[in-house]
């Protein structure tokens, strides 16, 4: 019987362990926050967009785009797609 409670003990020791690196994997791959560039407002498709209908924002680096926009002049005076 002690035997049986040792190898359930072990296991579930396993486990907790693996629990809390994952949750350290996830937070660290959202830790931090980076300044992008968002819509302001809502913009029509075909309209060109303007400094004054862009906004920042911070966003965890774990979701962010690999094209995200960071300088509002890198879309300033674009057509907006549909």
Do not use: H
Request: net charge positive; aromatic share 6%; hydrophobic share 55%.
């Amino acid at each position: 019987m002690l035997r049986n409670y040792r190898v359930w003990l072990a296991a579930a020791v396993v486990f907790a362990v693996l629990a809390a690196v994952s949750a350290v994997t996830v937070v660290r791959s959202f830790a931090g926050a980076e300044r992008v560039v968002v819509a302001g407002r809502d913009l029509t498709p075909g309209s060109l967009v303007q400094a004054s209908d862009l906004s920042a924002a911070d966003v965890p680096r774990g979701a962010l785009y690999p094209d995200a926009v960071r300088v509002p002049s890198e879309v300033a005076g674009m057509a907006v797609k549909g």
